[in-house]
């Protein structure tokens, strides 16, 4: 069963300090994954895309790596901002006809001043 | 992410009563998706359009009908069989492997 889990399952840092976020799936034949972002209250917004033979890929304060053998992902956050808290979405799209994206349950971040 | 608008933002209905939540994208794409979110928890899918006239059914799909006229369009409606529908509703379309989402309805049954 194609499934994407994704931890922590919420994180509180100070304004300022690092984290990282965890993407776990089992879909398969992969064809890419991304981080999204979602305010509350708002559709979610894609920071990165992943194909498989991309390792890594940054955007702004955001940096995603993705080891496709071991079918992990993560999502680094450098210098973290109070307009950073959110959901952070991990969704893994698969090579087939049909419903071809799995979302991961998300992480809600709460980043403190 | 611009393209897909939802409407409305927010909509009250009363029990056995049914609603119709609108989604409408300019992007030209081909395949259109509802999804709905519950406090804390991932989009669970409902139904999903892959061509005009075609949908199929999700993981969540009991309660809930839809419709694809329209490229443009897929609405979504909640029936008075959906026992518990409230909940944030979220459209999106996709191309090309990316998923572009509305900016949600969040529906509140009073």
């Known amino acids: 069963k194609n499934q994407v889990e994704q931890s922590p399952q919420s994180l509180i840092i100070l304004e300022g300090k690092n984290c990282t976020l965890q993407?776990?799936?089992?879909?398969?034949?992969?064809?890419?994954l991304r981080w999204y972002k979602q305010d509350t209250g708002r559709g979610p917004v894609s920071l990165t895309i992943?194909?498989?033979?991309?390792n890594t890929k940054s955007n702004g304060r955001y940096t995603a790596t993705l080891d496709a053998d071991t079918k992990q992902s993560s999502l680094h956050i450098t210098a973290s901002q109070l307009s950073d808290s959110a959901s952070y979405i991990c969704?893994?799209?698969?090579?087939?006809?049909?419903?071809?994206?799995?979302f991961g349950p998300g992480t809600r971040l709460s980043v403190l001043p | 992410d611009g393209g897909i608008t939802q409407s409305p933002k927010y909509l009250f209905r009363k029990e056995g009563q049914n609603v119709t939540l609108s989604c409408e994208q300019n992007?030209?794409?081909?395949?259109m998706y509802w999804y709905r979110q519950d406090p804390g928890q991932g989009l669970r899918l409902i139904y999903y359009?892959?061509?005009?006239?075609?949908?199929q059914k999700g993981d969540i799909a009991e309660g809930y009908s839809v419709s694809r006229e329209k490229k443009e369009s897929f609405p979504l409606t909640v029936t008075s069989a959906q026992k518990n529908p409230t909940a944030f509703y979220l459209c999106?379309?996709?191309?090309?492997?990316?998923?572009?989402f509305g900016q949600g309805t969040r529906l509140t049954v009073v």
């Open positions: 999106a379309s996709t191309r090309t492997g990316r998923a572009f």
């Open positions: 993407c776990n799936y089992t879909v398969s034949p992969f064809s890419n």
């Open positions: 992943m194909t498989f033979s991309e």
């Open positions: 969704v893994v799209s698969a090579v087939n006809y049909g419903q071809n994206f799995v």
């Open positions: 992007l030209n794409h081909d395949a």
């Open positions: 359009s892959q061509i005009v006239n075609d949908f």
